[in-house]
């Protein structure tokens, strides 16, 4: 088994406009809508943290200050509920980037795409390894989808995506998989990948899905690409340029995956968080009942 170096850094592209939130992403970034009292960011960074990621880098547009608010510090906060003596909201609030982590923001100053966002990360990322994370893909189970990529680059210095099977009217939304090869366990070697396809010429029904681990030589694919889909550069190109030339893997995701950048994925993972709270979970679940209840009743009205 080959020893590979241990992937310290992950890159979270966050310069998306979020126009289908609108109005609420107006003045709010979209990764700070909350899921139930949690921003949907803070799920994605604390999945890196579990797998042993220590440096986040946030690309960032000039609408998203406030996502560097939410990671930073806030002595006043603290003092102010120290003073109340709401101590566990204290620790709460400090530990929302624990010690040992750190956070860099990059600008991407023009909106070029996925791919350019990841390009523009790469004078923080350095020479290694690293992760991507796409914040809008909420994910549950364990071991995270981050943490199976991480785990799979230790073990076979290759580079590897996210996937997962989604229905055949949804293909066209999505990178698909081009698949040749069983790997490693659980994984599936790729000799490409294609962006958003016709479903009747799709390869596969294995979608990409967010989460990724690359080695640098990612980055000079990026720096060639020509636009691609929309005019942007996008990052699936870069990786099927990849894969015609070296080993890259998928790696099928364990639990579920919440489509967060769409009103309807957004909504469902609110009320299985919701469901699932400590706290709550059993009042709000009476909540669902009563609502399901009176739907199922029949509807009456007058009919001329």
Same mark, same amino acid.
């Given at each position: 088994?080959?020893?590979? !170096?241990?992937?310290?850094?992950?890159?979270?592209?966050?310069?998306?406009?979020?126009?289908? &939130?609108?109005?609420?992403?107006?003045?709010?970034?979209?990764?700070?809508?909350?899921?139930?009292?949690?921003?949907?960011?803070? =799920? %994605?960074?604390?999945?890196?943290?579990?797998?042993?990621?220590?440096?986040?880098?946030?690309?960032?547009?000039?609408?998203?200050?406030?996502?560097?608010?939410? =990671?930073?510090?806030?002595?006043?906060?603290?003092?102010?509920?120290?003073?109340?003596? !709401?101590?566990?909201?204290?620790?709460?609030?400090?530990? $929302?980037?624990? +010690?040992?982590?750190?956070?860099?923001?990059?600008?991407?100053?023009?909106?070029?795409?996925?791919?350019? %966002?990841?390009?523009?990360?790469? +004078?923080?990322?350095?020479?290694? +390894? &690293?992760?991507?994370?796409?914040?809008?893909?909420?994910?549950?189970?364990?071991?995270?989808?981050?943490? %199976?990529?991480?785990?799979? =680059?230790?073990?076979?210095?290759?580079?590897?995506?996210?996937?997962?099977?989604?229905?055949? #009217?949804?293909?066209?939304?999505?990178?698909?998989?081009?698949?040749?090869?069983?790997?490693?366990?659980?994984?599936?070697?790729?000799?490409?990948?294609?962006?958003?396809?016709?479903?009747?010429?799709?390869?596969?029904?294995?979608?990409?899905?967010?989460?990724?681990? =690359?080695?640098?030589?990612? &980055? #000079?694919?990026?720096?060639?690409?020509?636009?691609?889909?929309?005019?942007?550069?996008?990052?699936?190109? %870069?990786?099927?340029?990849?894969?015609?030339?070296?080993?890259?893997?998928?790696?099928? $995701?364990?639990?579920?995956?919440? #489509?967060?950048?769409? !009103?309807?994925?957004?909504?469902?993972?609110?009320?299985?968080?919701?469901?699932?709270?400590?706290? &709550?979970?059993?009042?709000?679940?009476?909540?669902?009942?009563?609502?399901?209840?009176?739907?199922?009743?029949?509807?009456?009205?007058?009919?001329?």
């Amino acid at each position: 088994m080959t020893s590979q !170096k241990a992937i310290r850094k992950a890159v979270f592209p966050v310069a998306g406009l979020g126009t289908r &939130f609108l109005p609420a992403t107006k003045a709010m970034p979209k990764e700070l809508l909350p899921i139930v009292d949690k921003p949907i960011i803070q =799920f %994605a960074v604390e999945e890196a943290i579990e797998a042993g990621i220590t440096d986040m880098v946030f690309v960032t547009g000039r609408t998203k200050r406030a996502i560097e608010d939410h =990671f930073d510090g806030n002595a006043e906060l603290e003092a102010t509920l120290e003073r109340r003596g !709401k101590d566990s909201l204290v620790e709460m609030v400090r530990n $929302i980037i624990p +010690p040992g982590v750190s956070c860099v923001f990059v600008r991407q100053a023009e909106a070029l795409g996925l791919g350019h %966002a990841v390009l523009c990360a790469e +004078p923080a990322v350095g020479g290694g +390894p &690293f992760a991507v994370l796409l914040p809008d893909d909420l994910m549950t189970g364990r071991p995270s989808p981050t943490k %199976a990529l991480v785990d799979h =680059f230790a073990q076979s210095g290759k580079p590897a995506i996210s996937v997962m099977p989604v229905a055949q #009217d949804q293909i066209h939304q999505y990178g698909v998989v081009n698949p040749v090869t069983e790997s490693a366990v659980g994984a599936v070697g790729m000799a490409g990948i294609v962006e958003k396809p016709d479903p009747a010429l799709a390869p596969s029904n294995l979608a990409a899905v967010g989460r990724y681990v =690359f080695d640098h030589d990612i &980055f #000079d694919h990026l720096r060639n690409l020509p636009p691609g889909v929309g005019g942007e550069i996008q990052l699936t190109d %870069a990786i099927n340029i990849m894969a015609s030339q070296r080993a890259v893997d998928a790696v099928p $995701i364990v639990g579920k995956r919440y #489509d967060c950048g769409s !009103k309807i994925g957004y909504l469902e993972a609110i009320v299985d968080h919701a469901l699932a709270h400590p706290d &709550f979970a059993d009042d709000f679940g009476e909540v669902i009942m009563l609502k399901a209840e009176r739907l199922a009743q029949p509807k009456t009205g007058t009919h001329s």
